[in-house]
């Protein structure tokens, strides 16, 4: 064995080309780019704005922010103390989203705040396949909406971005988890139907039976699963207002044509949520099927310290289960962009006379490379067709004085003699 490091289990490392690891095939840094740049471009069509925060953020913002009884917060954070700060690596971005607009005072700039965000996240879980300690997420957070149509907004605007990758086998699950106010009546008769059942229920189960029971409608196991088939569903127990909401909710998803299932006992693993709350699974992805979830959290400003309440809604979506539901629907993204040119050279005053064409070339725009060997010429060509350059100059000692630089169009194969001088004009035309 090697005694040189290696990545922490649950990290990876994202190389320029496709590489395979313990938790299945890590996309190209190049695929990353084309993910991010569809997810920017359907952001930039929503008029949604970028929004970067610390991957650093106070461990009280947190705790508070998603609940101290949830898994995130209960056993998933990698917080540290140094002197008598308390910090945590992130381990989602919408608490750190709504504490910066907060702290900016954005609602002084009226109207709603459509911001979005991707970046990695931090979650010390078991690793496998879909679950990892750092990860990536990206989402959106509207800040100050109250109206149904960025509920609507929000669902859409995942599916357009997974759409738009080609991604077209996946369901939206929808439910609506009233308000605060009428929790406690759902909490109870949920309970009380638990309650004569916990012998079948898993040990983590019974423990939330009596702190946060609302989370055992998140099981993943089937047997508790069976259990709850009867159980008493929150809508039953939603105020008028939540009621109609979740109605106008439906409505905007229907007349854009989005199918969509109703899921009575979808609940998110975040305390903050209210009214709408949705899923978008991938039916490929097996044990770690939600690509994406969120919701509306209108909560979530006043228990991180707002004095006002601020109406918000948004998702969070994984970008390793994006890959891993494009690779198994057989999708193949755009390969990396080729060099215009490659430089091949014979002799050392070619290679040091090409040195600065080489740079006046870059910057006139094209993207030129080079071999920083100094091998021979048939390697030399090797690394063009590897590279699959477009088009070799090659250029020789022999050739320099007469000015002359042989051009080789890969395509064709086609080669032929031309003066140094006129090269710049014939690499930048178009090919
Ligand atoms: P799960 O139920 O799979 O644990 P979650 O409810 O904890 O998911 P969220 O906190 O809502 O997930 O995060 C949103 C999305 O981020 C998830 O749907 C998933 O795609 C992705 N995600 C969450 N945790 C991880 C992780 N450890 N590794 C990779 N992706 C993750
Ligand atoms: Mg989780």
Redesign the pocket.
């Known amino acids: 064995m090697s005694d040189s490091f290696q990545t922490i289990p649950?990290t990876f490392d994202i190389l320029p080309d496709a590489q395979s690891s313990s938790a299945g095939t890590v996309a190209p840094s190049h695929a990353w780019q084309h993910v991010e740049g569809t997810i920017r471009r359907v952001m930039q069509r929503h008029g949604v704005r970028e929004i970067r925060t610390p991957i650093l953020e106070p461990t009280a913002l947190i705790a508070r922010g998603i609940g101290q009884l949830t898994?995130?917060v209960s056993k998933?954070m990698f917080a540290f103390e140094r002197g008598d700060a308390h910090y945590v690596l992130r381990?989602?971005v919408t608490a750190p989203v709504m504490r910066a607009y907060l702290q900016h005072h954005l609602a002084q700039l009226g109207g709603v705040q459509r911001l979005f965000y991707v970046g990695p996240?931090f979650?010390a879980?078991r690793?496998q396949k879909?679950?990892?300690?750092q990860?990536?997420?990206f989402?959106t957070e509207y800040i100050g909406a109250d109206d149904a149509r960025a509920d609507a907004e929000t669902i859409l605007l995942a599916v357009d971005i997974y759409r738009e990758l080609g991604l077209t086998d996946f369901t939206v699950r929808l439910n609506s988890l009233g308000t605060a106010a009428t929790r406690p009546a759902y909490k109870a008769a949920l309970t009380a139907y638990l309650r004569p059942l916990a012998g079948q229920l898993s040990e983590t189960s019974r423990e939330r039976l009596e702190s946060n029971p609302l989370r055992i409608l998140?099981t993943?196991s089937e047997a508790e699963r069976k259990l709850l088939e009867a159980a008493p569903v929150m809508l039953d127990f939603i105020d008028e207002e939540s009621r109609a909401h979740y109605k106008d909710v439906k409505k905007h998803l229907e007349a854009a044509g989005l199918s969509f299932e109703e899921d009575p006992f979808l609940v998110?693993?975040?305390d903050y949520y209210t009214r709408t709350a949705f899923?978008?699974d991938s039916p490929v992805l097996g044990a770690?099927?939600?690509?994406?979830?969120?919701g509306r959290y209108d909560l979530l400003a006043s228990e991180i310290g707002s004095k006002q309440e601020v109406p918000a809604v948004g998702?969070?979506?994984?970008?390793?289960?994006?890959f891993l539901a494009l690779e198994a629907a057989g999708i193949v993204l755009p390969e990396a962009a080729a060099p215009d040119v490659f430089v091949v050279t014979l002799g050392d005053r070619a290679t040091d006379h090409a040195f600065p064409l080489i740079r006046a070339w870059r910057q006139s725009g094209l993207s030129v490379v080079y071999d920083l060997k100094g091998r021979s010429m048939k390697a030399q060509m090797r690394e063009a067709n590897r590279q699959q350059a477009r088009r070799v100059v090659i250029l020789g000692d022999a050739e320099l004085d007469a000015g002359m630089a042989q051009l080789k169009q890969m395509d064709t194969g086609e080669q032929q003699s031309v003066p140094l001088s006129g090269l710049p004009g014939l690499l930048s035309a178009a090919t």
């Open positions: 649950g898994d995130i998933e381990p989602e996240c979650r879980e690793p879909g679950r990892y300690r990860f990536h997420q989402g998140d993943k998110r693993g975040l899923e978008i770690q099927s939600t690509l994406a979830g969120g998702f969070a979506a994984g970008m390793e289960r994006l």
